[in-house]
């Protein structure tokens, strides 16, 4: 039987969708499913951790991409990898970082797969220093609608390339991705820790450190207000010598069951908040420690997802340029602490300038991101959010999203008219779809 | 064990993937025989650079039954210290589009029970003159016992376990071990989206028993274990009553 009845979730469980899943096991098994026909389409589906519905086609089918996950070749002169699209972080970190390389991008977890890096144009912490996934491919083989394999990349079929960088699946199913892993000299980063006070320190310390550290991050109480607002932690981070004693890596655990909606609120997360900034001394610290420790933290708890209770999260993240950012992210900042929406820790970061595609997120500014649990106000909430962004000449990340309207991406994505133009090119009867692109009417608005 | 090759046959099924995959962890060599050579390449290349160790694809067709001998002669030639065995291939079509279908049937039996019973009788002299080596085969609860949704499929594994036994007999004098695992239900692409199912075991599970298995050259055995109750109560049932039964 080829496809399978099943229920699929975004990594916040917010959205859902009833879904004909087929899972190829090799090549030839994608093309005879894309060959199956459905009228609500298809879609491809990687770890599932975007949070919203990019990878879900509630109604129709998707494609998972998990067992097409093998390394085809690695040259250790260039650090030119290909790889199946299903291939994830993890994979390549593990079998990699002991040999010298590193992923020269990655996201905050490991679990994502390359075919969903690339889908995303996902960034990591060093994208002021070098760009988003999507920066470092070479080349990428694409299933088209037709069933052809197309390989595409910024010399050869240019438009494709860019539309299928940050495309959300929506050009076609990438089987392979050509990019280069970068030498390092340790698996180690040296990381340094330092309190930053309210939100104007943090942006005064990240332009002080966006051109010169490889790696940089804030951690932001999301319920401080006031004085305090913004207040949270600056990581920055460079890849030690092979001479340094890491701390230990830490052994993952599991959250076992759904908690209890009443688990998480503001009392308890802004106990958790407050512990975390008081966690590093006043005058800061600098240790090493194991790269996934640094770029995943939240990989060691595994089904994080699940302390949000049954009703689920969401995730909000947005970037706005430099000359609106203090003004935007302030104002953004302002609004959840108002709200006292329960949330962890909000994540501060900057990004370097645009990606390569036509929907990719990343342009010159500071990105925020964090969670909210899945609650009534939660909704407006992010409606004012999305309001603040646009007056801000911002943009929200789709791999985060799960409720932005229609308008507001056409507003914050002036390549969305490219885009559309190469889709009506490629796949001009929308053999590929997702509840992403029908709400926010990607390939057009639904007639 | 000290390293040797893995001669896997019928390798892009997943368990077979993951066979060789966990072989390879343990330092030893695969060969990957198969039709889909591109799906084999592709394999073979992940194992050499997650593993460090030689992987090769190798063009095999379980029903060109006069290839099996220089298939076997070559893959020896190639191998690095002891070749041991892995037959991993089937062919299990569903069993409503053979009732109609006798060509299909026969497909699946010649690939199932004829196929393996011809590279397996290549083998032996090949095995008997290196005097060790294991060899495990993939077999099936299927072959247990002949059920109306299963029948032709399970009565050609019924064959290979047959076969298999006698096999056993014939290399255990050699030092060579014989195993039969007869896996019951394993998340691969034979089982993805049927009804019923129950207890869905990983392909990388599977395979790291049958290795496991091979090391201590056990004979028989079911995986997950508990399909040895499963099919001994099924093997219980009078025929009188499991005629009436739709399973």
């Known amino acids: 039987m080829m496809w399978k009845e099943m229920t699929l979730t975004g990594w916040g469980r917010s959205s859902r969708a009833t879904v004909a899943a087929g899972r190829p096991e090799r090549a030839r098994d994608l093309t005879a499913l894309l060959g199956d026909h459905h009228a609500r389409g298809v879609i491809a589906y990687g770890s599932g951790r975007s949070y919203g519905d990019a990878p879900l086609n509630d109604g129709g089918q998707v494609l998972l991409t998990g067992r097409l996950n093998r390394l085809l070749s690695f040259d250790a002169d260039t650090g030119e990898l290909v790889c199946e699209a299903g291939v994830t972080f993890a994979d390549l970190q593990r079998v990699f970082l002991p040999r010298g390389f590193c992923v020269p991008v990655t996201p905050g977890t490991a679990f994502a797969t390359i075919g969903g890096a690339v889908a995303n144009d996902v960034h990591g912490k060093n994208h002021d220093r070098v760009g988003s996934f999507g920066d470092h491919v070479l080349w990428l083989d694409l299933v088209l609608a037709s069933g052809a394999v197309e390989r595409v990349s910024p010399d050869h079929h240019p438009e494709l390339f860019a539309a299928t960088i940050g495309g959300v699946g929506l050009t076609g199913v990438i089987l392979h991705v050509c990019f280069r892993m970068i030498p390092v000299p340790s698996p180690w980063l040296t990381v340094r820790e330092q309190r930053i006070a309210d939100l104007d320190g943090f942006f005064d310390a990240f332009e002080s450190v966006r051109d010169e550290a490889d790696y940089s991050v804030g951690w932001i109480d999301g319920l401080a207000r006031g004085r305090r607002l913004g207040r949270g932690i600056l990581e920055t981070a460079a890849f030690a010598d092979g001479a340094v004693r890491p701390v230990a890596a830490r052994r993952p655990r599991r959250v076992p069951v759904d908690l209890p909606g009443i688990a998480l609120n503001p009392l308890s997360v802004a106990l958790f908040n407050r512990l975390y900034y008081r966690r590093v001394p006043a005058r800061g610290r600098s240790r090493a420690v194991p790269a996934e420790r640094f770029f995943y933290p939240l990989d060691g708890l595994h089904d994080w997802n699940r302390i949000y209770g049954k009703r689920g999260f969401y995730q909000f993240q947005c970037v706005i340029p430099d000359d609106a950012a203090r003004a935007g992210i302030r104002l953004a900042l302002e609004e959840i602490g108002a709200a006292r929406s329960a949330s962890f820790l909000a994540v501060l970061k900057t990004l370097g300038g645009a990606g390569r595609g036509h929907l990719s997120f990343p342009m010159r500014g500071y990105t925020l991101a964090l969670d909210f649990p899945r609650r009534d106000k939660a909704g407006a909430l992010l409606v004012r959010l999305e309001r603040i962004v646009l007056d801000h000449g911002g943009r929200v990340y789709l791999a985060k999203d799960a409720v932005l309207s229609a308008d507001g991406f056409a507003a914050m994505y002036p390549g969305l008219a490219d885009l559309r133009a190469v889709l009506a090119e490629v796949d001009p009867d929308r053999r590929f779809q997702s509840d992403l692109a029908r709400r926010l009417g990607i390939a057009g608005r639904e007639s | ?247």
């Not at chain 2, 599977?206 to 099919?231: K, N, Q, S, T």
């Open chain 2, 1 to 247: 064990m000290s390293a040797a090759t893995w001669l896997v046959l019928g390798a892009s099924s997943p368990v077979a993937r993951a066979f060789a995959a966990a072989a390879a962890a343990d330092g030893h060599g695969v060969l990957l025989a198969g039709r889909d050579l591109d799906d084999l390449e592709r394999t073979a290349g992940d194992i050499a650079i997650r593993h460090g160790v030689a992987a090769e694809a190798v063009a095999f067709d379980a029903t060109d039954y006069d290839s099996h001998g220089d298939i076997i002669a070559s893959c020896r030639a190639k191998a690095a210290g002891t070749l041991n065995l892995f037959l991993a291939f089937a062919m299990m079509p569903e069993q409503a589009d053979m009732e109609g279908d006798f060509a299909l049937a026969r497909a699946t039996i010649e690939a199932t029970y004829v196929g393996a019973a011809s590279v397996l009788s290549a083998a032996v002299p090949m095995l008997e003159a290196q005097g060790r080596g294991h060899v495990v085969v993939l077999g099936s609860v299927a072959g247990d016992r002949g059920r109306l949704k299963n029948y032709v499929y399970g009565s050609a594994k019924a064959g290979l376990h047959t076969f298999v036994q006698g096999l056993r007999a014939r290399l255990s004098s050699a030092g060579v071990s014989v195993t039969t695992v007869k896996p019951g239900f394993i998340d691969t692409g034979m089982t993805w989206g049927q009804p019923g199912l129950f207890l869905v075991a990983s392909p990388e599970a599977c395979a790291r028993a049958c290795l496991r298995y091979a090391e201590r050259g056990a004979d028989v055995r079911y995986f997950p274990w508990f399909w040895w109750g499963i099919m001994a109560i099924i093997k219980a049932i009078p025929e009188r009553i499991f005629k009436r039964l739709s399973i």
